[in-house]
T-cell receptor
Framework: AQSVTQLGSHVSVSEGALVLLRCNYSSSVPPYLFWYVQYPNQGLQLLLKYTSAATLVKGINGFEAEFKKSETSFHLTKPSAHMSDAAEYFCAVIPGGFKTIFGAGTRLFVKA | DAMVIQNPRYQVTQFGKPVTLSCSQTLNHNVMYWYQQKSSQAPKLLFHYYDKDFNNEADTPDNFQSRRPNTSFCFLDIRSPGLGDAAMYLC??????????FGPGTRLTVL
């Protein structure tokens, strides 16, 4: 069965520092991969998506993610964290059909 | 702007009193989903509609039901809410199962 693993339920960075949120997926074929962000008491917002067009995917708010098939990874990065980036981040995969498989989420804390 | 709308944003009900949550969309997507999300957890899929076809997850309690009267609207009915049903309920839509677009959610409190 398809699964998504997010390493680290909590990540803390200083403002201006690099953000790295890790995601690994299990799949025998390149799936559709996504990163969503959720702010408190809000729904999920799509940050970026991988659909096999390019391995480096740029998203909103300065985030990007790189698909690495050999590592079955899709880590999310941002060069310089901002206080407004503090939120919950979910990696997700569509293995096929209509369902999306979500990772457990990573809470990002940004320190001033 | 095309969007997914959920009403109300906050709902308070009493233990055992039926409640209905509403979702509407202007994206004209053919798939609509309902998720339950508890604190610090990933969203848990309850069911989805592909057009008019209803698909229930195997572990969704019978207490949860849904209706989709037309393409734009979808409702979540909780027949007899228990304390354990207090959560954020998220509606989402997609075109043919591709990336999902989420509404802002309804936070349900059960007293």
């Amino acid at each position: 069965a398809q699964s998504v693993t997010q390493l680290g339920s909590h990540v803390s960075v200083s403002e201006g520092a690099l953000v790295l949120l890790r995601c690994n997926y299990s799949s025998s074929v390149p799936p559709y991969l996504f990163w969503y962000v959720q702010y408190p008491n809000q729904g999920l917002q799509l940050l970026l998506k991988y659909t096999s067009a390019a391995t480096l995917v740029k998203g909103i708010n300065g985030f990007e993610a790189e698909f690495k098939k050999s590592e079955t990874s899709f880590h999310l990065t941002k060069p310089s964290a901002h206080m407004s980036d503090a939120a919950e981040y979910f990696c997700a995969v569509i293995p096929g059909g209509f369902k999306t498989i979500f990772g457990a989420g990573t809470r990002l804390f940004v320190k001033a | 702007d095309a969007m997914v709308i959920q009403n109300p944003r906050y709902q308070v009900t009493q233990f055992g009193k039926p409640v209905t949550l509403s979702c509407s969309q202007t994206l004209n997507h053919n798939v609509m989903y309902w998720y339950q999300q508890k604190s610090s957890q990933a969203p848990k899929l309850l069911f989805h509609y592909y057009d008019k076809d209803f698909n229930n997850e195997a572990d969704t309690p019978d207490n949860f039901q849904s209706r989709r009267p037309n393409t734009s609207f979808c409702f979540l009915d909780i027949r007899s809410p228990g304390l354990g049903d207090a959560a954020m309920y998220l509606c989402a839509t997609s075109r043919d199962g591709n990336e999902q677009f989420f509404g802002p959610g309804t936070r349900l409190t059960v007293l």
